[in-house]
């Protein structure tokens, strides 16, 4: 980001947090270069972004104020997840799915990493192990909330990073969307107002229309995430029980929220009593100097569940989640056995075998460089072969690449047209309810760009300019 | 199952069916003889049985009649699943639960059977196997509807019981569990009637309170299992969507449907039109000469999804069970990639290799054999050591045991007091909402007769003679 987006950014977070109200008058340019110690150009252009985005308005011979009606009420919507519509788009989210599942299909529409990309071997030596070890009592000790010793070692990760999680609020899941789905229906009732994000990872919206939940999305952009001043605007307007997030590498921006910005978003959510319900799954896979802590570490009121597994980093197929539940551990476990009893026990098992070998952490960095390095591979190729007018988003994390065409193209017209030629997409569509981010699509840039993809690269920009020329 | 009491269920049934209305007058007994083949003695007994159920009214000096308001009026109810009542039957039921799972409990109230009958060695190498063969890009080819090998497997065993049952229609699922779940989940919307037996298995009344779906409880008794009577008046009574139900060894009274009444009810339920959801985890635990098929081998118009899986009879803690879903397999996948994407990839695989080594109908046939002699041998112990006025409900199928103590008596009570003896039981409270069955408990027969469990039967007796007492 750069300084005088960082600028605009920390005003729009202080007018979110109450420091400036509707109608104050803002520290004028000069004041503003002494209190930032930033540049009379850098300032400069960070109001003039505020004003462009009606944020704060400038009045002639006087200064520059906090817009009265702030800009951002739009960037809140209730977002209609009724059934007749949903099954639409669960369908279409399905048949991309299925899509990037055929093998023939370069799987750019895919929100898996490269599975190549995992330590199968190893793994294979844990499950050859459990093969050995495993004993006829192993399913009851892995009932709810899980195997014992997978806890501890999911909770020394977390102490790792300087983080305070008992095993014993820690639920094993069969993957993280179980620990997502059975998070929100643990804290919500049927009617209840939970914010999302807009866009947003689709499984989310899936969840809260099939608990009958009303959804209220947040603007969330690329390059900053989610909108603080319409989090707190939708916080101030309704009564909302649960907030659905991803502050790591979001799905499908790619964006990563700051410190600063992880800790208000939280005091935010403690003032208004919400809780977090905070989707990690990417957490490990950062490019930057030091691993970003997600939200939950800035809690110390425990109004956060956080949910993560080792399908983007380690195995995708061992179906292994958890939640660090905190106070609803005992309701999650009571929910999973009400739906899907347990995560398979040899898995657990073969997960805590893997673990003690204490290869995670060096399979973990060789994952990042790879992964880093393929990322700025794809870049490269979207760069150079995409027409110029079509934006490319990404961050310093995860494998999404947030592609923006025209805003007078269909990402799904491209997807339709793409299928045909063998390679996925996942069109903005699927991120969102309504008809918002048409014209986006994220591509999962985790592959080796070997002559195949880089192929279904050549072949999608020229879509894309056939479509441009229509 | 006597002979006057197959009589006596045969007119229930015709009733049921429509063969006799209200009013109608049955044949005489001298007639009925004639029918029938039985003795005077026989048939004279069944008609007193049905006179003394209310079923028929014997009219002086005219014959009997079909009774005008059918006694079995009572045997249909509307359960309430409302939110505040089920969170204390759920948390009363995860309580029992996790007593079972106690390694110091004897495990009399748990569903499993004792997993030390599992060919462990033979899944070990089959697990052995897969670390040896998987691939990174086997997570991918195990996506919903899960491995192609498997549910070929899977239909083929079908194949083997006569049933027509595709590859294409079967969802492999992370236990039958999910599969139940997931089934009612595609067929009803939020308010829709589903009937339920009462008793049933508890997972029902969850999955339909998490559902908000309205439950209609129909009468099941041990001796002959649902109630066609009560069933057919729910289904003429109540705008019915689906029906859940336990067609072999019911849990928890163990009891197997007959083959006619197994056809009578699926030709009921095409009748009205509802969705027979089939829950068949025990189907190949029957010790009787021939497999009793299920009601799904009796409907050719495809209004059944069959759910089972491997937990039961082959390996728990794997969590693979299935749907044969008919139409309904699309959306089903379309659920399951919305909850928990998928079954466990290496699990799938372990289980492929497992099935095709053909030891599988070894192992059930040894596993059936072992299990009817320790049903036997704990019959026989509850028989010597229970007083006289408890009775004991078994049948020829799984390894449950329905225990009846006097009316007076709460079997709530008398677990209490077994777990602080470290001994559980699976109290009737479990299997029902409202009052019913608080004088009957579920009774796992599946463990070695020990010096253990011998010890715990002993407790059990002396808990209920003590209670007696008081």
Redesign the interface.
Known sequence: MKKYQQLAQQIIDQIALGAWLAGDKLPSLREQVALSGMSFMTVSHAYQMLESQGVIVARPQSGYYVASRPATRSAIAPVKVT?DEAVDI??Y??DV?QAS?D?TVVPFGSA?PD??L?P?QQL?????T???T??????????PPGNEALRHAIARRYAQHGMQVSPDEIVIT??A??AL?LSL?AVT??GDWVIVENPCFY?AL??LE?L?LKALSVATDPQNGIDLVALKQALNDYPVKACWLMTNAQNPLGVTLSQQKKQQLVELLQQHNVTLIEDDVYSELYYGRERPLPARAYDAQGITLHCSSFSKCL?????IGWVAAGKHARRI??LQ???????????QL?LVDYLATKRYDTHLRKLRRILAERKQQTLQALHQLFPAEVKIHHSESGYFVWVELPEYMDASVLSEQAIAHKISIAPGKMFTTGGAWHNYFRLNASWALGEREQHAVETLANLIKNQMKE
Chains 1, 2 share one sequence.
Do not use: D, H, W
């Not at 195995?315 to 179906?319: E, K, M, Q, S, T």
């Open positions: 059934r669960n369908t989210i399905f799915l599942a093998s898996f599975p190549r995992f199968l294979n030596r844990s499950l050859a459990v093969s050995k495993a004993t006829a009592m192993s399913v009851i000790e892995n009932l069969a993957g969307l179980e789905n229906q009732e049927p499984g899936q969840a099939r009958r195995v995708a197929g061992f179906r476990q009571q056995l009400m739906s899907t009893l347990s995560a398979s026990s040899p898995m073969a």
